[in-house]
């Protein structure tokens, strides 16, 4: 593991029979606690890629690095990585704050694969996503809950950086053509403990939601002290980023009237998703961290870079943006393609039971009522 503390000439060398792959994903902090399934899901894809040939005649070898630090630290890191030679591309979970910091230093250099559900918005050259966005994700889902719920006033809870307020900025739109509003919003630092004050503002607002825009553990804590004060009786909570550990980490208590959206959840009852829970057991035991579609987002990645490098037969990155509207991979999301460097993917609404996910729609992406 590629650490702050370590200098990366201490771990890596160049190889020229290996096209190393810097994977970006958290193993500290708020995100941490699905860490351990990015990193399995993408060895899994990595062993693959290398059972068909690799890339290019090359070997993929994952070079791990830890994104939950500082955005700056984690991209000085990476972009080291680059510097010497032995990181040919670059993919990962990581918040967008870390994206940000790292996009500019590397994609004009390197492929970019960027796995995690984000904002929107992202156009910097070298960079491709196989990650949901609200418009995809959120606006369907609102339009369905009104519709289906009654769902009018929303209260937002999110993490003070540029992921939640950008989708709070979009979701108050949404919010307004289903004929309702954001009654408030809360931002908080990432790695809040104490929710009190949050939760007594949306018991004193007439809120009958809450757009959870949370990171890992600290969206697990507000679960629990959401239940305990009663306000899960009063409020239906939606979240683009609740996953499959997120929820059991919360608690059966904890995730009553709990809505999730995502273009991934391991309690789909299709072939892809059972084929790969298979490939997930059969490879790392049934004791495995559980699959969820935060960590399957990095086998999503993995195929998504040796695809795009395969289709131009370069690391050029210029070359490989040139190709990549041509380029498709099948994977446990299904036959997928990209679009203005987006994967274009299906969507589904999942509705917590008890620590289990109960997908209950397949969003109309374009906005049309069910």
């Known amino acids: 593991m590629f650490r702050p503390d370590s200098p990366p000439h201490d771990w890596f060398t160049a190889d020229d ?19 351990p399934t990015c990193e399995l899901c993408a060895q899994l894809a990595a062993e693959e890629v290398n059972r068909a040939g690799g890339v290019l005649g090359k070997e993929l070898r994952l070079l791990p690095v830890d994104g939950g630090g500082a955005p700056r630290e984690v991209a000085d890191h990476v972009e080291a990585l680059v510097d010497l030679g032995v990181a040919q591309g670059v993919t990962g979970w990581h918040i967008s704050s870390v994206r940000q910091a790292l996009a500019p230093r590397i994609a ?14 992202e156009h910097t050259a070298g960079v491709f996503l196989t990650s949901e966005t609200p418009r995809d994700q959120l606006r369907p889902a609102i339009g369905l809950l009104a519709h289906e719920r009654g769902v009018r006033r929303w209260f937002v809870v999110g993490n003070d950086y540029v992921w939640p307020r950008r989708t709070a900025r979009a979701a108050h739109a949404y919010a307004r053509e289903s004929g309702g509003s954001i009654q408030g919003e809360v931002y908080l630092p990432l790695g809040t403990h104490d929710f009190d004050a949050v939760l007594r503002r949306i018991e004193r607002s007439d809120a009958d939601a809450v757009l959870l825009l949370l990171v890992g ?32 980490a919360s608690g059966p208590t904890a995730t009553a009237d709990l809505y999730s959206t995502a273009g991934f959840f391991a309690s789909l009852a299709n072939q892809d998703t059972l084929d790969f829970h298979g490939q997930y057991a059969g490879r790392f035991g049934v004791e495995a961290p559980a699959l969820g579609s935060l960590g399957e987002s990095c086998y999503e990645g993995v195929l998504l870079l040796a695809a795009l490098i395969g289709r131009a037969g370069t690391l050029d990155v210029s070359a490989i943006g040139a190709a990549a509207e041509t380029v498709s991979y099948e994977g446990p999301r299904g036959l997928v393609h990209l679009r203005d460097r987006h994967v274009r993917q299906r969507i589904y609404l999942a509705r917590a039971d008890g620590v289990d996910f109960d997908v209950v729609a397949e969003l109309d992406l374009h906005g049309s009522r069910p």
């Open 17 to 35: 029979s290996v096209l190393g792959v810097a994977l970006v994903f958290p193993l500290q902090g708020s995100a941490g606690i699905f860490g």
């Open 108 to 121: 004009h250099r390197v492929p970019y694969v960027y796995t995690a559900l984000y904002e929107g918005g």
């Open 217 to 248: 553990s600290d969206a697990v804590r507000f679960n629990r002290a959401f239940a305990a004060a009663g306000l899960d009786a009063r409020c239906l909570r939606l979240s683009t980023l609740m996953d499959e550990n997120m929820l059991m």
